[in-house]
């Protein structure tokens, strides 16, 4: 085994490279791109495009010390936001119980369970020494486990050496379960695999829970009178690497990290593809369009060991280049590069025995003030892989609840995405106060589901004739989708141009709902938004490339559709010199909806059956919305204009309803 230890003199020579280079050129692809549909092409050159633009960000964070320190405190709060933590949970009693110990040779672990939140149940084993001085308070560790399904026992027990070394060395040592493969397994997969697209709208990331089940278990660890609270420290891999950078910069608590194998950088995840070897525990949704390394940077000047491997292809050596570099960078504003280093070890995912010394020794160094060589990290080793060899303590005596009938009947942990992150609660509008309602709702949905939107969106950009009637239509750089005529002409005496918004099963076609709708002087233009018709891409389910890409770039696949739409609008209010009015039925519907939402000047809407709640997995999805409100909601923002809601039952709307009375605009509101 070898390790590559980089001095900080190393670090930053990489960084000048790397900066003058072109990330292309560095590029570590992974797998081959979808070419299977007319629109991956389209869509894979936006996201890099995208990607780029983002990551350029961090140049501005490593400018100066001052203008990081001006923004560090914004940073803080909204990466909580992201994670689905603003407003902070409420600290409940964490109900810590332990039900059983077990004596090692010179360590002893007790089983533990704790409630992070009420009935979100959190399984441990905690390692601590067999003999302590009475009165002593020793460092401890939180030590997050990477994703190895160990059933019934939890993924904690595939750990057991690793709390075991720190215990014989003097630590107190918490080892958890995952939300995914504990003793209690819930989901991180939701969008990856279960098409669970509401958490996008919900703003419920895994991520944010094993975040606060961090923030819990040290909260937990400070209030034992054998734990120095000023020596704590978090490390973990893979998974476990990626909460290691959640929890620290999450609580400043956390005075060293050593996360393994666990971050890369949007130049990999996206544009190279490395996102479908993740689960979507390793992501937050990127609402405020960060540079990846940026999470990383909130630790600084707080020591952190930056450890990964060569041939690891799910967090590869160019993206491990590009972070390493710019924490460098980064932690040499604060004078503390001697704080920040890097290992690479030789060989895949996967601890050895050059990452395990440096992260024992890294710790040792910041908690204890011992940096002597680490020489005994091999003992008591569980081997890794799919078939694990011999434990040094026999699994089922690892279990917190040791039966089925011992787990707990009250627990939240199968259904907490429905219940981590609080909905919005909208007030009705009083009548007359209507705009005093409708401004700060509508800054929020701009804030936090479209935040990458402009104040207006240009109108789309004609690009050629594909058809006689049919036109193909640039709205951002890398996107074309097309707008059809219903007719070979714009028939004399028209007196709106309607915008009707196709979904994917209507491309092509003329919807047999549209005849039932009394518009008789409209001009009709049918809109196949990005990834619609011409312009649709390959979905695999797993892993959901395309659309799981869009959140960690702070937008969803159904935002830039209605930023389509909006831009056709624009267009045909230009052309045709007419009042535009859009319409849709179903998805589509919600579509057409949000785009008359944004822009004021889509003079009305007409919506056939649209879903009732952005809960409903057929419903469009946008980052957060569900934080600020649902769609009966949004709806009433449309007030004064024209609204009329088709085949649904108007009581599922009373919400709308109020907003539309309160504007004093009751009869421009109808349902049929």
């Known amino acids: 085994m070898t390790m590559s230890h980089r001095s900080s003199m190393f670090v930053m020579g990489l960084f000048i490279c790397a900066a003058a280079a072109d990330t292309n050129l560095l590029a570590q692809p992974y797998g081959q791109p979808d070419r299977s549909s007319p629109g991956d092409e389209m869509i894979q050159r936006y996201l890099q495009k995208e990607t780029r633009k983002l990551s350029a960000r961090f140049a501005d964070d490593i400018a100066s010390r001052a203008a990081w320190e001006a923004k560090r405190q914004q940073y803080v709060e909204e990466y909580l936001y992201m ?165 620290t910069a999450a609580d400043e608590r956390v005075k060293a990290a050593v996360p393994v194998s666990g971050m890369a950088d949007l130049e990999s995840y996206v544009s190279n593809r490395v996102i479908n070897g993740h689960c979507d525990c390793m992501f937050l949704y990127n609402t405020f369009q960060w540079p990846w390394a940026r999470i990383a940077g909130l630790i600084a000047p707080r020591p952190l060991l930056f450890v990964n491997s060569d041939k690891d292809d799910i967090f590869p050596m160019d993206a491990n280049e590009r972070v390493a570099n710019g924490l460098e960078r980064l932690y040499s504003l604060y004078g503390a590069g001697d704080r920040v280093a890097a290992v690479v070890s030789v060989g895949g995912h996967a601890y050895r025995q050059d990452i395990r010394q440096a992260a024992y020794r890294f710790i040792n160094s910041h908690l204890k003030a011992d940096a002597r060589e680490v020489t005994d990290g091999e003992v008591d080793l569980v081997s890794e892989g799919g078939r694990p060899g011999s434990y040094p303590i026999p699994p089922q005596q690892l279990r917190v609840f040791p039966t089925d009938a011992d787990l707990p009947k009250d627990q939240l942990n199968t259904s907490i995405d429905e219940r981590f992150v609080p909905l919005g609660n909208v007030a009705a509008p009083e009548a007359g106060r209507f705009e005093s309602w409708k401004a700060p709702l509508l800054a929020e949905l701009r804030r936090v589901s479209f935040a990458y939107f402009p104040a207006n969106i240009p109108a789309a950009k004609k690009l050629r004739d594909v058809y006689d009637t049919t036109e193909q239509f640039q709205s951002e750089e890398e996107i074309e989708f097309r707008v059809r005529l219903a007719s070979a002409k714009i028939a004399d005496g028209a007196t709106n141009a309607l915008l009707v918004v196709l979904n994917e099963d209507e491309a092509g076609t003329t919807p047999e709902w549209l005849s039932k709708i009394d518009n008789p002087n409209a001009a009709v233009f049918f809109c196949e938004p990005r990834g619609i018709g011409a312009t649709k891409w390959t979905r695999k389910n797993p892993p959901n490339y395309v659309e799981r890409s869009h959140a960690l770039l702070g937008r969803t696949v159904d935002a830039g559709r209605v930023w389509d739409v909006i831009a056709a609008a624009r267009y045909l209010s230009v052309r045709t010199k007419l009042p535009v009015q859009v319409a849709g039925s179903g998805a589509a519907s919600v579509i057409a909806a949000y785009a008359a939402i944004l822009d004021e000047q889509v003079a009305a809407a007409t919506l056939v059956a649209p879903p009732t709640t952005h809960m409903d997995n057929i419903a469009p999805q946008f980052l957060n919305v569900l934080r600020t409100c649902d769609i009966p909601d949004a709806l009433g923002l449309i007030a004064p204009r024209p609204l009329r809601i088709i085949r649904v039952d108007s009581a599922l709307f009373a919400k709308t309803s109020s907003a539309y009375s309160a504007a004093a605009s009751k009869e421009r509101l109808a349902f049929k």
């Open 83 to 247: 994670l689905g933590l603003s407003p902070r949970p409420e600290k409940t009693p964490l109900r810590a119980t332990i039900t059983g110990t077990f004596q090692g040779d010179g360590y002893v672990v007790d089983m533990i369970h704790y409630q992070s939140r009420r009935q979100l149940y959190v399984t441990g084993n905690l390692y601590r020494p067999a003999v302590v001085k009475e009165g002593e308070k020793l460092p401890a560790v939180y030590y997050v486990c990477g994703h190895f399904n160990r059933g019934r026992d939890g993924n904690k027990v595939a750990y057991q050496s690793h709390g075991i070394w720190f215990a014989r060395h003097g630590y107190v040592c918490l080892v958890v379960d995952s939300l995914q493969l504990g003793e209690i397994a819930a989901f991180h997969h939701g969008t990856y695999n279960l098409q669970r697209w509401w958490w996008h709208s919900r703003g419920y990331t895994p991520a944010g829970v094993e975040t606060w089940n961090g923030v819990r278990g040290i909260d937990y660890l400070i209030s034992r009178p054998d734990v120095d609270p000023q020596r704590i420290a978090v490390t973990g891999i893979s998974g476990g690497g990626a909460a290691t950078y959640w929890v």
